[in-house]
């Protein structure tokens, strides 16, 4: 909850392409800008347009990857994204909280992974 | 006549169970209706006594199951109000009904010419037109809505050309519940040589429906919208059109003689319906049907309306809650469609579900008219026979602590 109505990490960095994504479920909207460094990411800043879930996840989930390889973050699984919420949520809104990791997935360079 | 709906409700045995601990409070029925245990029973009857494959079959037990069949098709050709039974061509769902003339009437376009569809359709009656115009090169044209969201019947006129083969819209508006004016919509696309498609998904099973009073020249639904089992539906289509129009699929029970070299096709409905159809599917929905009758369309269109402005009047005065301009009063279902403002539709209805309340929360398969609203989805409560003022009281209780809590 805290995640959702203080969001992390959001906001634009310049000079860096923006990577729009559209969750097909429910419409809700993302622009990721993410900038990598030596295979690694440097920074991340996000706008989202989405619910409580989509917008805690995209929150935990940007802090996490601060710093991180581009090839761990590559291999993080939906199960491991459940992890970090504290709990798997019901079936049919499972894709709002996996919705910042695909669009993440977008952003992210394909060589070296 | 009101609607008796402490013995309506005793007919619909899910009705009285718990959702995480609380009387379920089914919301839900645009997108499907629960069942009246007389189709299960109907269910029981048919297997235990009359099952066999319909049509081909030289035995007494196979002609007793299509007296049954064929007797599912005279009772839904009279609840729509058909000239004749074989008028009507069971399919799948409504969608497939729109997909079948999509596919016959591919055969009789060429590139230029027009259809005629509403931006508020639900991707059902949409799609279908999007990709045939992207195939055949031709101009899809959309109506607008009017500021409260209605049909525009302005619109529809001025973009209704003498190249306009088709019109395709809704008897009732799956999001805003408005129902449209499709008699006089007809009237004009006919006066302009197109053919119309109504999509009666939402207005079947709810008001009552003559397809020869409105003159289209189809008419799809869906028997699960309206107490029947799901996987069944139905196209009603005139004798006359029905039969210039080639078949859907290719298989059996469509042909009349097939040789090495060639094939020739049976009548409409029959050329329309390849392979062993849902026999039972078909028989319950008669069944359903029945059931529907003896409450009457009627009474049930009355309670209908009697519940959407109930809830209506409630919400409008609940500062919190936006129906998004679709203010119109007169001309509707039992269907609202609105927001809690600030909180998104999912996380709304996710709460509700925790006070046993069932409601849609998305775009329900109409991303265009989303985007007239300006949202990516909304709430919609839908309301049947079965459900009561005391429902919506409790919606609207559910609706006060979610803000409370999200906003």
Redesign the interface.
Same mark, same amino acid.
């Given at each position: 909850m805290e995640h959702a109505r203080n969001p992390r990490n959001t906001g634009w960095i310049k000079g860096v392409r923006a990577i729009r994504a559209k969750n097909p479920?429910?419409?809700?909207?993302a622009e990721i800008f993410l900038k990598i460094k030596n295979g690694k990411v440097e920074d991340i800043k996000y706008e989202i347009?989405?619910?409580?879930?989509s917008k805690a996840t995209m929150s935990i989930f940007s802090e996490y990857i601060k710093g991180k390889p581009v090839s761990t973050i590559a291999k993080i699984k939906d199960k491991d994204i459940f992890k970090m919420l504290g709990g798997a949520p019901?079936p049919s809104?499972q894709n709002?909280a996996t919705f910042g990791f695909e669009a993440l997935k977008l952003a992210l360079p394909k060589e070296g992974i | 006549m009101a609607l008796d709906s402490k013995k309506i409700r005793k007919d619909f045995p899910i009705l009285s169970r718990k959702i995480n601990g609380r009387a379920l409070v089914y919301l839900d029925n645009a997108a499907t209706t629960q069942k009246p245990k007389a189709i299960l029973e109907k269910l029981k009857k048919h297997y235990d006594r009359a099952h066999a494959n319909v049509h081909r079959g030289v035995y007494g037990l196979a002609e007793e199951a299509t007296r049954e069949f064929e007797g599912a098709r005279k009772k839904i050709s009279d609840f729509v109000g058909a000239k004749l039974p074989s008028e009507i061509i069971f399919t799948r769902n409504a969608t497939e009904a729109v997909n079948l003339i999509a596919y016959s009437l591919a055969k009789k376009l060429k590139r230029g010419d027009r259809i005629l569809t509403a931006v508020s359709e639900h991707h059902s009656n949409f799609v279908p037109w999007l990709r045939l115009s992207k195939e055949l090169g031709l101009k899809l044209d959309i109506i607008s809505l009017t500021l409260g969201r209605n049909f525009d019947f302005a619109d529809f006129k001025k973009k209704l050309t003498k190249r306009t083969k088709l019109v395709a819209v809704a008897h009732v508006s799956n999001v805003s519940g408005y129902v449209y004016p499709v008699q006089k919509i007809a009237r004009e696309a006919h006066k302009a040589g197109a053919l119309v498609l109504v999509d009666g998904a939402q207005s079947a099973g709810h008001m009552p429906v003559d397809v020869k009073k409105i003159d289209c020249d189809f008419f799809a639904f869906s028997a699960h919208k309206m107490g029947g089992p799901s996987g069944v539906g139905a196209l009603y289509g005139k004798k006359e059109i029905l039969e210039k129009f080639e078949p859907f699929l290719s298989g059996g029970e469509m042909i009349r003689e097939v040789s090495t070299k060639d094939a020739s096709w049976n009548d409409a409905p029959w050329k329309f319906e390849a392979g062993t159809p849902n026999i039972e599917g078909a028989i319950l929905w008669g069944e359903a049907i029945d059931y529907l009758k003896k409450i009457g369309m009627k009474n049930i269109e009355r309670h209908e309306k009697d519940l959407f402005k109930y809830a209506f009047v409630k919400m409008r005065k609940l500062p919190f809650i936006d129906l998004m301009k679709m203010l119109d009063l007169g001309g509707r279902t039992g269907i609202i469609s609105f927001n809690i403002k600030g909180v *998104? %539709? *999912?996380?709304a209805a996710?709460i509700l579900d925790r006070y046993g309340i069932c409601v849609r %929360?998305? *775009?329900h398969c109409a991303?265009p008219f989303?985007r007239e609203l300006g949202v990516? %989805?909304t709430l919609r409560a839908s309301f049947w026979l079965y459900n009561t003022r005391r429902e919506i009281d409790m919606l609207i209780s559910a609706l006060r602590k979610v803000h409370r809590a999200?906003a």
């Amino acid at each position: 909850m805290e995640h959702a109505r203080n969001p992390r990490n959001t906001g634009w960095i310049k000079g860096v392409r923006a990577i729009r994504a559209k969750n097909p479920f429910c419409g809700d909207e993302a622009e990721i800008f993410l900038k990598i460094k030596n295979g690694k990411v440097e920074d991340i800043k996000y706008e989202i347009q989405g619910c409580i879930l989509s917008k805690a996840t995209m929150s935990i989930f940007s802090e996490y990857i601060k710093g991180k390889p581009v090839s761990t973050i590559a291999k993080i699984k939906d199960k491991d994204i459940f992890k970090m919420l504290g709990g798997a949520p019901t079936p049919s809104r499972q894709n709002c909280a996996t919705f910042g990791f695909e669009a993440l997935k977008l952003a992210l360079p394909k060589e070296g992974i | 006549m009101a609607l008796d709906s402490k013995k309506i409700r005793k007919d619909f045995p899910i009705l009285s169970r718990k959702i995480n601990g609380r009387a379920l409070v089914y919301l839900d029925n645009a997108a499907t209706t629960q069942k009246p245990k007389a189709i299960l029973e109907k269910l029981k009857k048919h297997y235990d006594r009359a099952h066999a494959n319909v049509h081909r079959g030289v035995y007494g037990l196979a002609e007793e199951a299509t007296r049954e069949f064929e007797g599912a098709r005279k009772k839904i050709s009279d609840f729509v109000g058909a000239k004749l039974p074989s008028e009507i061509i069971f399919t799948r769902n409504a969608t497939e009904a729109v997909n079948l003339i999509a596919y016959s009437l591919a055969k009789k376009l060429k590139r230029g010419d027009r259809i005629l569809t509403a931006v508020s359709e639900h991707h059902s009656n949409f799609v279908p037109w999007l990709r045939l115009s992207k195939e055949l090169g031709l101009k899809l044209d959309i109506i607008s809505l009017t500021l409260g969201r209605n049909f525009d019947f302005a619109d529809f006129k001025k973009k209704l050309t003498k190249r306009t083969k088709l019109v395709a819209v809704a008897h009732v508006s799956n999001v805003s519940g408005y129902v449209y004016p499709v008699q006089k919509i007809a009237r004009e696309a006919h006066k302009a040589g197109a053919l119309v498609l109504v999509d009666g998904a939402q207005s079947a099973g709810h008001m009552p429906v003559d397809v020869k009073k409105i003159d289209c020249d189809f008419f799809a639904f869906s028997a699960h919208k309206m107490g029947g089992p799901s996987g069944v539906g139905a196209l009603y289509g005139k004798k006359e059109i029905l039969e210039k129009f080639e078949p859907f699929l290719s298989g059996g029970e469509m042909i009349r003689e097939v040789s090495t070299k060639d094939a020739s096709w049976n009548d409409a409905p029959w050329k329309f319906e390849a392979g062993t159809p849902n026999i039972e599917g078909a028989i319950l929905w008669g069944e359903a049907i029945d059931y529907l009758k003896k409450i009457g369309m009627k009474n049930i269109e009355r309670h209908e309306k009697d519940l959407f402005k109930y809830a209506f009047v409630k919400m409008r005065k609940l500062p919190f809650i936006d129906l998004m301009k679709m203010l119109d009063l007169g001309g509707r279902t039992g269907i609202i469609s609105f927001n809690i403002k600030g909180v *998104h %539709a *999912h996380d709304a209805a996710t709460i509700l579900d925790r006070y046993g309340i069932c409601v849609r %929360a998305g *775009h329900h398969c109409a991303q265009p008219f989303m985007r007239e609203l300006g949202v990516p %989805a909304t709430l919609r409560a839908s309301f049947w026979l079965y459900n009561t003022r005391r429902e919506i009281d409790m919606l609207i209780s559910a609706l006060r602590k979610v803000h409370r809590a999200l906003a």
